[in-house]
T-cell receptor, first 112, second 110 residues
């Protein structure tokens, strides 16, 4: 039972570098989400995809882009990393309204 | 003002105690609430969900919503060291999005 798989688990980037965080789910869920979790701020929504082919901004989208590659995969890209993007990033998926999220185990990103 | 507010704690209790975890919300238009549990260095996992007012019970856990005061609560009876985790409340808003509280860190001491 893989659920939601995120790669990589850890990453250190230099300021200005780019990278893509990968997320895949095997539960045939329609909706997928990217959150970041910071001390004192909780989980904040970056982008979400209600269904394949659609993406929308969340609470904190600046500095990020996303791609819903197919129903299974939803990637998050940092084009030019900044120290303020140091965080733990979680991907989640859901069957839709009134269903809970299934979260991945997170990517711990440090930007130096 | 945050849409969902939660006291971050930390909260430390002895084994066997009754634990009360609380959140307040500001948007009354959405009445679907969830509680997630997050162990250290893991992703959150769904613990319970509840709709509108009233109680929902699942084993040692009870979720409660009070619409009049915009208050949601999670009670843990006979708490165990394995309950030590961060507990996150969440409100489902438009587009099936979840708005989370900051999380309360709970430690149950043997």
């Amino acid at each position: 039972n893989a659920g939601v798989t995120q790669t990589p688990k850890f990453q250190v980037l230099k300021t200005g570098q780019s990278m893509t965080l990968q997320c895949a789910q095997d539960m045939n869920h329609n909706s997928m989400y990217w959150y970041r979790q910071d001390p004192g701020m909780g989980l904040r929504l970056i982008y979400y995809s209600a269904s394949e082919g659609t993406t929308d901004k969340g609470e904190v989208p600046n500095g990020y882009n996303v791609s819903r590659l197919n129903k299974r995969e939803f990637s998050l890209r940092l084009e030019s990393a900044a120290p303020s993007q140091t965080s733990v990033y979680f991907c989640a998926s859901s069957e839709g309204k009134d269903y809970g999220y299934t979260f991945g185990s997170g990517t711990r990103l440090t930007v130096v | 003002q945050k849409e969902v507010e939660q006291d971050p704690g930390p909260l430390s209790v002895p084994e066997g105690a009754i634990v009360s975890l609380n959140c307040t919300y500001s948007n009354s238009a959405f009445q679907y609430f969830m509680w997630y549990r997050q162990y250290s260095r893991k992703g959150p996992e769904l613990l319970m969900y509840t709709y509108s007012s009233g109680n929902k019970e699942d084993g040692r856990f009870t979720a409660q919503v009070d619409k009049s005061s915009k208050y949601i609560s999670l009670f843990i009876r006979d708490s165990q060291p394995s309950d030590s985790a961060t507990y996150l409340c969440a409100q489902e808003t438009s587009g099936s999005r979840l708005t989370f509280g900051e999380g309360t860190q709970l430690t149950v001491n043997p």
